[in-house]
């Protein structure tokens, strides 16, 4: 800490020094014509001579990165975004102020230049700079042994260093963004309206999931941060939009893993007239179009495991999976006793006191899910675990849902949607009486909600896709932590 202390009085002094030479040591505005990305990617293959011959004059600004001096020259690596580009100070061009100024940089200042492209006798792409202009100073040094920054409590707790540092990071919040408009673009195009519902409250609902609490003093009311903006968009369904979405920022009061973070981003969207069946090609087309569009492919590499993204994808329904993949009869479905005794064979930990149906998710969370590597849809869930999903023609204990799986993970979550106000009802009630008995993440009574579907709610179809896993997917990360700017971290100490 103390050599930290030291290192930025001495950047102070350089500071004053500036201010001395009559330079704003944090300038204002700074004309950038030319990026450094740009520039290599137009003549960073052109050869000396041919540089030397067209003279190609160039401005641009950067934090400097690199910094070597030799007697009345230095030259510096200045980082625009994710580039790098070389430039050369030498004071007989600089003149004597900016040579005076080029003397007191340090590594994570922020300079602007002007000059001519150039190669260095070791064949370096490289700026020869005329005019230099210093735009801010860096106060604290880089971090010890920041190129390649590894530390992970640095690396999520000070992205700004994190940025710095490896520029690869860049690259992956600059797909972030491609795949959200790819995914605004795709639907827009599809005829949705895209909109934007609450993120406080009256009532959690839309998913099972505890909340964060907060007040509201003019109200005088206990709000909820959202868990899902589902039961909002639905509204709008009954109101006469027949298509909606909303990229939307979810809290729910949970665990922190590699693929969970309170706060959380999901695309949900709504179509009326149609059912599940119908998102399963949506959702086809949808991710490989991204795939196409943003990779070139629709085969990619997921931490060592290649997958194929093409369409169609495989369907498999919920229990005969658990079967499948367990050897299992298809008794277990129905008998409480035996499904709790291949639990046991399985290592699969449950409470000798859990329902039926929560000992086979169970079983299906621990055995199944880490086998869907490939594209899958899960169908056909029970409906106890799904309770805004409407029920199965065919079988009234199941609903018309399905949860896509892709690298052993959920990805997407949709169901033909629950239209029926009274039974919707009966459901709530249910949920709510878990709640009662201390399920913080069971349904309460949304009377609202069931008041909206009494005016009455056409067929319609949802679908939930979490955003953050699925740019893990695109950007071959393995950790939720690398795809968010800023995840939530315990307090610093």
Same mark, same amino acid.
């Given at each position: 800490? =103390?050599? #930290?202390?030291? /290192?930025?009085? %001495?950047?102070?002094?350089? @500071? *004053?020094?500036?201010?001395?030479? $009559? &330079?704003?040591?944090?300038?204002?505005?700074?004309?950038?014509?030319?990026?450094?990305?740009?520039?290599?990617?137009?003549?960073?293959?052109?050869?000396?001579?041919?540089?030397?011959?067209?003279?190609?004059?160039?401005?641009?600004?950067?934090?400097?990165?690199?910094?070597?001096?030799?007697?009345?020259?230095?030259?510096?690596?200045?980082?625009?975004?994710?580039?790098?580009?070389?430039?050369?100070?030498?004071? =007989?061009? #600089?003149?004597? /102020?900016?040579? %005076?100024?080029?003397?007191? @940089? *340090?590594?994570?200042?922020?300079? $602007? &230049?002007?000059?001519?492209?150039?190669?260095?006798?070791?064949?370096?792409?490289?700026?020869?700079?005329?005019?230099?202009?210093?735009?801010?100073?860096?106060?604290?040094?880089?971090?010890?042994?920041?190129?390649?920054?590894?530390?992970?409590?640095?690396?999520?707790?000070?992205?700004?260093?994190?940025?710095?540092?490896?520029?690869?990071?860049?690259?992956?919040?600059?797909?972030?963004?491609?795949?959200?408009?790819?995914?605004?673009?795709?639907?827009?195009?599809?005829?949705?309206?895209?909109?934007?519902?609450?993120?406080?409250?009256?009532?959690?609902?839309?998913?099972?999931?505890?909340?964060?609490?907060?007040?509201?003093?003019?109200?005088?009311?206990?709000?909820?941060?959202?868990?899902?903006?589902?039961?909002?968009?639905?509204?709008?369904?009954?109101?006469?939009?027949?298509?909606?979405?909303?990229?939307?920022?979810?809290?729910?009061?949970?665990?922190?893993?590699?693929?969970?973070?309170?706060?959380?981003?999901?695309?949900?969207?709504?179509?009326?007239?149609?059912?599940?069946?119908?998102?399963?090609?949506?959702?086809?087309?949808?991710?490989?179009?991204?795939?196409?569009?943003?990779?070139?492919?629709?085969?990619?590499?997921?931490?060592?495991?290649?997958?194929?993204?093409?369409?169609?994808?495989?369907?498999?329904?919920?229990?005969?999976?658990?079967?499948?993949?367990?050897?299992?009869?298809?008794?277990?479905?129905?008998?409480?006793?035996?499904?709790?005794?291949?639990?046991?064979?399985?290592?699969?930990?449950?409470?000798?006191?859990?329902?039926?149906?929560?000992?086979?998710?169970?079983?299906?969370?621990?055995?199944?899910?880490?086998?869907?590597?490939?594209?899958?849809?899960?169908?056909?869930?029970?409906?106890?675990?799904?309770?805004?999903?409407?029920?199965?023609?065919?079988?009234?204990?199941?609903?018309?849902?399905?949860?896509?799986?892709?690298?052993?993970?959920?990805?997407?979550?949709?169901?033909?949607?629950?239209?029926?106000?009274?039974?919707?009802?009966?459901?709530?009630?249910?949920?709510?009486?878990?709640?009662?008995?201390?399920?913080?993440?069971?349904?309460?009574?949304?009377?609202?909600?069931?008041?909206?579907?009494?005016?009455?709610?056409?067929?319609?179809?949802?679908?939930?896709?979490?955003?953050?896993?699925?740019?893990?997917?695109?950007?071959?990360?393995?950790?939720?932590?690398?795809?968010?700017?800023?995840?939530?971290?315990?307090?610093?100490?």
């Amino acid at each position: 800490m =103390d050599e #930290l202390n030291d /290192q930025r009085q %001495q950047r102070i002094k350089k @500071l *004053d020094q500036l201010r001395q030479l $009559g &330079v704003a040591p944090y300038g204002t505005r700074f004309e950038v014509k030319d990026r450094a990305g740009q520039l290599t990617r137009l003549h960073g293959e052109k050869t000396k001579d041919v540089l030397e011959q067209e003279q190609i004059s160039c401005t641009i600004a950067g934090r400097i990165v690199g910094l070597r001096r030799f007697g009345k020259a230095a030259f510096a690596v200045l980082q625009d975004g994710a580039d790098r580009l070389q430039v050369y100070l030498k004071k =007989d061009t #600089l003149g004597e /102020q900016a040579h %005076q100024i080029s003397e007191g @940089l *340090d590594l994570g200042d922020w300079i $602007g &230049v002007t000059g001519v492209l150039f190669r260095t006798k070791t064949n370096e792409f490289t700026v020869e700079v005329r005019t230099l202009t210093f735009l801010s100073k860096a106060l604290r040094p880089l971090p010890e042994k920041w190129h390649g920054l590894t530390d992970v409590e640095t690396r999520y707790r000070q992205r700004y260093v994190d940025l710095i540092a490896n520029p690869q990071v860049h690259q992956i919040f600059a797909l972030r963004s491609r795949i959200v408009s790819g995914i605004r673009a795709f639907l827009i195009e599809r005829g949705f309206l895209e909109v934007e519902t609450p993120m406080m409250h009256p009532i959690p609902g839309g998913a099972a999931a505890k909340p964060f609490v907060t007040h509201h003093n003019a109200l005088g009311a206990e709000l909820y941060l959202r868990i899902a903006p589902e039961l909002y968009l639905k509204r709008l369904i009954v109101g006469g939009f027949p298509r909606v979405f909303e990229i939307n920022r979810n809290f729910r009061n949970e665990g922190i893993s590699t693929i969970h973070n309170p706060e959380f981003t999901m695309l949900e969207f709504y179509v009326s007239y149609a059912d599940y069946h119908d998102l399963i090609v949506l959702t086809e087309e949808l991710f490989g179009r991204l795939a196409q569009d943003i990779l070139g492919t629709t085969t990619i590499d997921y931490q060592g495991t290649q997958i194929n993204l093409g369409s169609p994808w495989r369907r498999w329904s919920y229990h005969q999976s658990i079967l499948e993949v367990n050897s299992l009869p298809t008794s277990v479905l129905t008998n409480r006793d035996e499904a709790l005794a291949a639990a046991q064979r399985l290592g699969v930990e449950v409470s000798p006191k859990e329902s039926l149906v929560n000992i086979l998710n169970e079983i299906f969370e621990e055995t199944v899910e880490p086998r869907l590597q490939q594209p899958t849809f899960i169908t056909d869930y029970p409906i106890e675990i799904s309770p805004l999903a409407r029920r199965k023609d065919s079988d009234p204990s199941l609903t018309d849902r399905f949860e896509l799986y892709i690298a052993g993970r959920e990805i997407a979550n949709a169901f033909s949607e629950l239209n029926d106000p009274l039974d919707q009802r009966e459901r709530f009630e249910t949920q709510a009486a878990k709640h009662a008995a201390g399920d913080e993440e069971a349904h309460r009574v949304d009377e609202d909600f069931l008041r909206a579907l009494e005016y009455g709610m056409p067929p319609t179809a949802g679908e939930g896709i979490g955003i953050d896993r699925l740019v893990m997917l695109f950007t071959n990360q393995s950790s939720i932590r690398d795809v968010v700017l800023f995840p939530q971290l315990r307090p610093e100490k």
